[in-house]
Nanobody
Framework: QVQLAESGGGLVQAGGSLRLSCSCA??????????MGWFRQAPGKEREFVAAISGRTSYADSVKGRFTISRDGTKNTVDLQMNSLKPEDSAVYFCAARLFSISSASRDYGYWGQGTQVTVSS
């Protein structure tokens, strides 16, 4: 019912910026109906919440002030602007979607993209 595809990952030096984008194709409900989230997973670690957006936004403490989530209803995309990147931000970043309100729990999201690798070198 919902297909998500991330893009924009890559290799960047510490202090640099990257912008991730996720395109959403939804067959049953309109894009605006979904809460969109970004999660990340580093090797050997659990998947963790990064940011989410519905009518409001929510951020993990570790990225507040550095990352900005936004959505474009005309393009059905959700972006994650990442500034002041740190080596500990290195991970595979996943886009996710769910109906209803914002959640920071990955188990609450039923739709996931394949992920895009972000590597921050020191």
């Amino acid at each position: 019912q919902v297909q998500l595809a991330e893009s924009g990952g890559g290799l960047v030096q510490a202090g640099g910026s990257l912008r991730l984008s996720c395109s959403c194709a939804a067959s049953r409900y309109t894009f605006s109906t979904y809460t969109m989230g970004w999660f990340r997973q580093a090797p050997g670690k659990e998947r963790e919440f990064v940011a989410a957006i519905s009518g409001r936004t929510s951020y993990a403490d570790s990225v507040k002030g550095r990352f900005t989530i936004s959505r474009d209803g005309t393009k059905n995309t959700v972006d994650l602007q990442m500034n002041s990147l740190k080596p500990e931000d290195s991970a595979v970043y996943f886009c996710a979607a769910r109906l209803f309100s914002i959640s920071s729990a990955s188990r609450d999201y039923g739709y996931w993209g394949q992920g895009t690798q972000v590597t921050v070198s020191s």
